[in-house]
Every structure is written in C-alpha cells, then in structure tokens.
C-alpha cells in the first residue's frame, strides 16, 4: 500500500525504526564516551538520520553504499547488526569486524556495506567500481556514495562525479551537507551554497532537499536509485542537515554558536517531524512508535551491555586477516 | 624448440587467456584501447601506452574500458568493483603516477580484509611500468615497488623475463589479494621461451636464475638481466656466482636466499630502487639477522644513488646499476674478510 506519494507502510515503519536505533545509538554512544569506556576516535550521527533512513528505504541487501568516518546511521540503516556495531565499537572480539576495525571502519559486504572510511573522499571511487561491477554483469544492482560538504572538495569526489557520469554508472553520491568540514564551516570552504551545483559541471543531475526531512530525502533518494537502476546514470544528491553534536566526541565546538544546535534539535528533529506527519496523517498510530522507540531502547541496552562483557581480540587476532594465502 | 614470446606479448597473451577464461576479469586504465571520442573514429588506436593491452578492447567490448587521466577514480573504482566481486586488472601506465591515487592502494584495497575483519575480498591487479632507461627523466622512470612492499595487505610482484612476466600475471590475475605487478619498461622487448597454454608461478617461491658456488646475488626485475651480464664476465675471471630471482618481493621466499647464502657465504644484492629503506636493505638486514652465521664476507648492496632519475643519458646511464658496478661488488666481496674495516 503507497501511503504518501513514493513510499509504502512498510517503507515508513523501516524508516523510522531505522532512524530511532541510530539517535538511541549514538545518544547512548556520546554518554559511554564520557564514561571514557570507548577507545578511540568516535564522530557521532545524530541529527542526520533522516539521510542514511531516506537513502536506505530505496535498497536492497544486493546494493552497497560507501560510508564516511561518520559511519553508525549509514551501518545501522543498510542492515549490519546493532549488536555486532556497538561491540566493535568497543573493541571486542564478537564486533562485527572482530574488534579490528573500530568506528570508522565497521563493514558488511553481507548487507551491501562497504565500509565507513577515514579518509575524507575515500568512497566515492569505490562505489564507482560497485557500479562498473553492475553494469558489466547487467545485474540491477545500484551503488551509493555518502560524503558530507567536506569530502565534496576532494579531487576523488569530483573525478568521481566524471566517471560515472562518462559511464553512466548506476550510482549515487549523497552529499550530507551539515555546514561544517570538520571545524571550518561551508561558507568559507565552498564557494557555492549548494553543492549539488557541482553536477552542472559534470552533467549529471544534482538535486538539493532538505535533509531533515525523511519524506523529502526518501522520496528524491528513490528517484535518483531508480534512475541509476534503468540505467540513466548518476545523480548527485544533497541533504541540508544538521550535526547535533561535535565533529569528534570531545570537539569542544567553539567554532560554532551552539545555539545551532538547540534550535536543531527544537525544530528540525527528523525524528519529531516525522512522527507528526504519520500520526496527524492517520497513516501509523503513535503507539506503534512508542512501542518501537521501547523497543529499540532496550536493543541499545542489551548492546552495550554484551559489548562490556564480551572478551577482547586475542593475541594470536594481531597478524590475522592481513592476506587471503601470504 | 618452444615458442619465443616478448616480455609485452607474454604479458598481453596472460590477459587475453584470463579474459577469453574468466567473465569477471575486467581491465581498465587510461588509453589501455585509445582512441574513444577521437576523429578518426578508431577505438583501439594503441593498445595501451607500449601495446600491452592491444587485441583485448576488440575480442572484449564491454570488459575494457578506457578511463580518463582519472587516477583516483579508475584505481578506485577497479578497488570497489573487485569488493564487488569482479577480478579488475587496472593498469597505472607508469608507477610514478601512484602519488594522485595512492590512498585508494594502501588505505582502501590493502586494509579492507584486516579492518573487516577477515570478511572481504579484493582481487585486484594494478599493472605498472616502472624503471629507468629511457630517459623519461624523474617523473616517469621511477623504481617503486619499495614502497609497496612496505604495505600489509598488499603483494608485490616482479618479473625478470617473459616466461614468469606470463605465469605471474596469471597468478596475478586469480589471486584474491590485492597486487601490484611491476613490469620494467626496458624488459618489453626482451625475449624467451613462453609456452602457449596458461600456467602459473606461485607468489614467494624465488628462481635461482644461474646455480653457482662463490657469491649469491639476489636481484629482481631487470636488475636480473644486468647480472646475467655480469655473472659472464665474473665466469670468465673464474668467480661462480649464484643468481636468485625472488620474483614477489611480498610475500618474499627467504628460506631461498639464506639457502644460497649458506652455500656461497658471500651476499651482492642487486636494486635499481634507491638504497634507502629499500628491497635491498631489507635482504641485506634479514640475512644479517638470520644467516649471519654463513657470512664469510660483509654484505654489499648495489642500488640507485639517493637521488631523482635524471634525464640527460650520461647521467641516467651512470643512475642505473650496470654489470660493470655489480662485477665490480662481487669482486670486492671475494676479496673482503668478515670483521675486517671497509
């Protein structure tokens, strides 16, 4: 049943419970975090969900997405298990990636997740690969490439955009534009306010939505997933969005009126709106979204809680995995 | 007599037999067909920037691709789609390029299966010319494979002649590690026998070129021929020198070398690399540590000065080690004492 223009029921409930598990997620991280119980650089999530869910609604296990240092709502919506993310996120030897790779390497190729990345423009390329890979074997499969406003000065970014754009490869590049690379805001370090005016160059559609909005993502992520899927080449996609916390937990943001943040979190919660719009809409009652929201507390309660108990890598892991047969 | 081959059309045959072979194995690199999008309308006008790709745009349309100068992008690209399950073979037409497209080599394909925990495969081949010699100056004559080696994750390969420039690519091609594959410009029109059908040589399994019983040399790529050289004028002052060819410089058989070094108890390697944090330190430091007990004379390196590849052809020719200077080692380690002063 279609109950907005583009997306079904089953689309909503995932989007939303898709969006609810990433702020538990990452809510719950930045208070570990200070707990000093995690190791490592962490760069939290919270306040883009609607970006990784309304990108997401549109693919398949088969389909793969490159992810950025910022990776948990990009894992979390393409389908790696919750528990297995917070355990690696620990450290441990039960996370997804056998407590090797961390935050800003959690993978799946199971479920089409190629990797968070920690090098700013790292996915890009790839993703072009997993759409040259689709077009030689003619399979239907669509790759998406998610970067923030940063990445989108990176030569690999825009050699990207030509590429696939010569090729018309089926993928897409998600633009998270939060108004900061890192500490230096976009203002300064782009000379365009949207940088979906970058596909003009390379002449391929670029599209700019809002980014908190899940119904305005969803619904332009589907056209453009649909496109690369019939074989009309890429599209370069932006989403307006908001960071609500540090570049890196422990960045004291004093680059930034933090009022920014609370008139984010006040008026342009992806997560407030969208309930408004389904339960004023008569589409999904607000009991359902409360039983969920329980429900996804206690998912991130029991992960963190296996994640704590669970043994680190043994010695023996240290020089593992480096080669198939050396 | 068996069939004589260059070392380019080894290479190019080990392609068209892994291509005509496999369906996933694609190429791609810039002019690698040449020609798209030009006025006279012909889509393999070079076969790549020496021809080592010729035929293969024509027998496969749709599995070799041309890219734009695009470094980051194609090397990237032949890196994802090997994650997603084709076997690319992506030529870096000269190695001294690497620096635009590095970070999709050593942090995206190299780390993949340790950062995932042992749940990715990538098979990729980046083909690489690399060398001096033919006075392309300092920007296109590089020996880099050092810095390669240097990498977990990756495997280094480099072929001496054309019969393992075929056997290697072709392991290359099926192996499921990412791997770069060194082929020196001044080889391509070296020639050997080359048998038709496919074979492969395991990576890390060194060849001992030419048996002999004073001084081992070990060398790799061409340095390989420049010892062949000078092994004959060393034969003929009545010294027997041993060759060994690792042929992969990662993983690197060193049971081989310190084997060889047990026999002769004298050690000359051989790197056109500059001496730095190179192949040839890295030989010289593992049989210190590990056969020292063999050693009857110090170890000598024969290397590339620390400097750029200069262009003029009197300077370039005093760059690269010549048979003359690798004789000229061997000589000195025969008549060297361990424990004795320099």
């Known amino acids: ?326 | 007599m068996a069939r004589k081959l260059s070392f380019l059309l080894a290479i190019n045959e080990a392609m068209h037999q892994e291509m005509a072979r496999d369906e996933s194995v694609i190429v791609l690199g810039e002019d690698i067909a040449g020609g798209a999008g030009g006025s006279a309308g012909n889509d393999e006008a070079w076969g790549g920037a020496l021809g080592a790709t010729q035929g293969l745009k024509t027998k496969y349309p749709n599995r070799v691709l041309d890219t734009p100068i695009s470094e980051s992008a194609f090397i990237g690209a032949a890196v994802g789609a090997a994650a997603a399950g084709m076997r690319p073979i992506a030529e870096l037409m000269f190695v001294d390029f690497m620096g635009v497209c590095f970070d999709q080599i050593y942090n995206q394909a190299a780390k993949f299966r340790y950062m995932f925990g042992g749940n990715a495969v990538t098979p990729v081949v980046i083909r690489t010319m690399y060398g001096a010699g033919l006075r392309a100056a300092s920007q296109h004559s590089q020996t880099l494979y050092p810095l390669f080696a240097h990498i977990p994750g990756l495997k280094v390969v480099i072929p001496s002649n054309p019969y393992d420039a075929k056997g290697l690519l072709i392991q290359a091609i099926r192996d499921n590690d990412p791997i770069v594959f060194f082929e020196h410009k001044a080889l391509y029109e070296l020639e050997g026998e080359v048998p038709e059908e496919s074979y492969t040589i395991p990576f890390g399994e060194a060849n001992i070129v030419r048996e002999g019983s004073d001084v081992t040399i070990v060398a790799v790529g061409r340095m390989v021929q420049q010892s062949l050289i000078a092994a004959e004028t060393l034969a003929a002052e009545g010294i027997s020198v041993e060759i060994v060819d690792p042929r992969t410089i990662s993983p690197l058989d060193e049971d081989t070398i310190y084997e060889s070094v047990e026999n002769t108890g004298r050690l000359v390697i051989v790197d056109e690399a500059h001496p730095r944090c190179s192949f040839a330190s890295d030989v010289g430091a593992l049989v210190a540590q590990n056969a020292f007990h063999a050693l009857t004379a110090p170890i000598r390196m024969v290397t590339a000065p620390h400097s750029p590849v200069p262009f003029s052809p009197s300077l370039e020719d005093l760059f690269v080690p010549s048979p003359e200077k690798i004789a000229a080692a061997v000589r000195g380690v025969m008549n060297a004492k361990a424990g004795a002063r320099r």
């Open chain 1, 1 to 326: 049943m279609t109950v907005t223009a583009e997306l079904t029921q089953e689309q909503l409930l995932r989007g939303y419970r898709t969006m609810r598990t990433i702020r538990e997620f990452e809510e719950r991280l930045h208070i570990e975090i200070a707990n000093a119980q995690i190791p490592g650089f962490v760069h939290l999530y919270a306040g883009e969900e609607a970006v990784a869910a309304g990108v997401c609604a549109s693919l398949a296990d088969t389909d793969w997405v490159s992810s950025t240092h910022r990776g948990h709502g990009h894992a979390i919506a393409k389908g790696c298990d919750v528990k297995g993310m917070m355990a690696e996120i620990y450290g441990r030897a039960t996370g997804l990636c056998k407590g090797k790779g961390g935050s800003m390497h959690i993978a799946d190729f199971r479920v089409g997740m190629l990797g968070a990345n920690g090098i700013v423009g790292g996915g890009p390329p790839l993703v072009c690969g997993v759409g040259l890979a689709s077009k030689v074997r003619g399979d239907g499969t669509v790759g998406v490439a998610f970067l923030g406003d940063g990445a989108s000065n990176q030569g690999t970014f825009l050699e990207s955009l030509n590429l696939s754009a010569i090729w018309k490869l089926p993928v897409v590049f998600v633009v998270e534009n939060n108004g900061y690379g890192e500490a230096t805001g976009q203002a300064y370090h782009q000379s365009v306010a949207d940088t979906a005016k970058r596909a003009d160059g390379f002449g391929l559609p670029g599209i700019t939505v809002d980014g908190n909005d899940f119904f305005a993502v969803a619904e332009a992520a589907a056209e453009a997933i649909a496109r690369a899927r019939d074989g009309h080449g890429p599209t370069l996609l932006e989403c307006k969005t908001t960071r609500f916390f540090g570049h890196f937990e422990g960045d004291t943001q004093t680059y930034r009126d933090l009022s920014e943040v609370t008139e984010a979190r006040a008026s342009r919660d992806c997560l407030v709106s969208f309930r408004a719009r389904v339960t004023r809409a008569g589409l999904i009652d607000a009991g359902v979204l409360d039983a969920m929201d329980a429900e996804i507390r206690q998912l991130i309660d029991e992960s963190v809680v296996e994640a704590l108990a669970a043994p680190f890598p043994d010695a023996s892991q240290l020089t593992t995995d480096v080669y198939i047969k050396y």
